[in-house]
């Protein structure tokens, strides 16, 4: 419809040269924003290169010395020893390294200094060390570190300034989960929402998901496959997503006790062993006694305990609380390696243990616990819900979803990243201070206003 004017105000079209002026000033905004979108998407795939090569070197040696260790089981009794030369080696040659994926998130949160780009090597080496020798860790904390290390070195020789630091290191993090566990989208939303609790960094949007893709693009492209897992279409049942979520509620509990005890183990490490490198030695020894006594099931990753699980064999009750006992003394004792895997083998033998109880199919059980322990673990329900669909199909997103955001409300303020930030509480108004989970940990009953940490986001 159009506008008439009238005598006293008459319609007029805007004179040329205003018309010409506005269209070159929308060109030029166009023209910005693809030379800043266009910059992002190249330092992205950088980091991305960075994070797949990476992974694929050490995903590829992880298997071997997995296998080794596998056709020579007597090299369990070796790792006190390996687990000596490990803690020698980061207490003389590591400095800030020693501080792992935490290290990571607090630079994203407040800059100080560069990652030590020795990080990536120590990483990988006491990764593969701890594997080869029967410890019980995973593999995300070495793509992380290795992928922040190596990131944060290229932003180091590219100069760029703390901002764009901080974005490039959250890239590096989708780069380096993406590219592990074969799962580029949950890799991006990981990235952009494991920094803080209740928020998520859309600013870093377009090099974390550039880097997630490129990342599993590399891995792929090098010639490692990942392990393909059963899919599921479920019918739309509300009796069902009733029974998903109660399952969450245990979900959500395990995952509490997983980073409580490993915390307790290294509190008690620290509180009792005053020279660092014999903490693992002391963790080794311990290793060697569960194993003697429980069986070597719950050494390395654990993986066949998965294949069970999503196979529909049945689990025994006890299964998912050994492997937490394994890892946390594992981890709580200083060997580095990561949570996550080791939660996805909790995670699917819990869900195949409760599945019965419950009277839902074994490997349909087994799948939603395989991402919901990690996902209340990690306080990243959004990138777990998505890692599900990813992995096990699209027919299964509800109940998965149902699933990770109940674990995610029942695991509480706890987390396996100690300087993962608390933005919005859970149930709570938005948090001014962000105080860390290390800090809610030792404050659960004061107010969360009384956290230290400043936020510089």
């Not at 780009?117 to 080496?125: C, E, I, K």
């Not at 593969?128 to 904390?141: C, D, I, N, P, V």
Request: net charge neutral; with cysteine; hydrophobic share 50%.
């Amino acid at each position: 419809m159009e506008l008439a004017g009238t005598a006293e105000h008459p319609v007029t079209s805007p004179p040329p040269h205003a018309r010409l002026s506005g269209l070159r000033a929308e060109v030029s905004d166009q023209v910005r924003l693809g030379v800043h979108l266009g910059r992002w998407v190249l330092l992205g795939a950088m980091s991305g290169v960075l994070a797949g090569v990476a992974s694929y070197v050490f995903l590829e040696g992880l298997d071997r010395v997995t296998e080794y260790r596998v056709d020579h089981p007597g090299l369990l009794f070796l790792l006190p020893l390996a687990g000596l030369v490990i803690g020698l080696a980061y207490h003389y040659l590591g400095g800030r390294s020693a501080e792992g994926s935490a290290l990571v998130i607090e630079e994203i949160h407040t800059p100080t200094d560069w990652l030590p780009r020795r990080m990536a090597p120590l990483v990988l080496a006491g990764t593969w060390t701890t594997h080869l020798f029967g410890g019980s860790a995973g593999r995300e904390g070495t793509a992380l570190q290795m992928s922040g290390s190596l990131t944060d070195a290229l932003a180091r020789i590219l100069r760029l300034p703390d901002e764009d630091r901080r974005l490039l290191l959250i890239a590096a993090l989708g780069g380096g989960f993406g590219a592990v566990f074969g799962v580029p989208l949950a890799g991006a939303v990981f990235a952009l929402e494991v920094q803080s609790i209740g928020r998520i960094r859309y600013d870093a949007l377009v090099p974390a998901l550039t880097a997630s893709l490129v990342g599993d693009l590399v891995v792929h492209s090098l010639g490692h496959d990942h392990p393909l897992r059963p899919q599921f279409d479920l019918p739309l049942d509300g009796w069902l997503w009733a029974r998903i979520a109660l399952a969450g509620l245990a979900f959500g509990l395990v995952s509490a006790l997983f980073i409580e005890l490993t915390h307790a183990v290294k509190r008690l490490m620290v509180g009792r062993v005053g020279w660092p490198p014999l903490r693992p030695a002391i963790g080794g020894v311990a290793v060697v006694g569960l194993a003697l006594t429980f069986g070597d099931d719950y050494l390395g990753l654990s993986l066949p305990l998965i294949d069970q699980a999503l196979a529909g064999d049945q689990v025994a009750w006890y299964v998912f609380a050994l492997k937490i006992l394994f890892t946390a003394v594992t981890l709580g004792c200083a060997f580095p390696g990561g949570e996550v895997t080791p939660l996805f083998v909790v995670g699917a033998t819990l869900g195949a243990a409760l599945a019965e109880p419950l009277g839902l199919p074994i490997p349909l059980l087994a799948a939603i616990g395989f991402v919901a322990v990690f996902g209340g673990a990690a306080n990243t329900p959004l990138a777990c819900s998505i890692m599900g669909v990813e992995l096990f199909g699209a027919g299964a997103t509800v109940p998965i979803a149902i699933a990770c955001v109940t674990a995610y409300v029942f695991s509480n303020h706890r987390g396996i990243y100690s300087t993962q930030r608390i933005h919005t509480a859970k149930g709570a108004a938005a948090i001014s201070d962000r105080p860390t989970l290390s800090h809610w940990s030792t404050s659960r009953r004061a107010s969360p206003r009384r956290g230290s940490h400043r936020s510089t986001e």
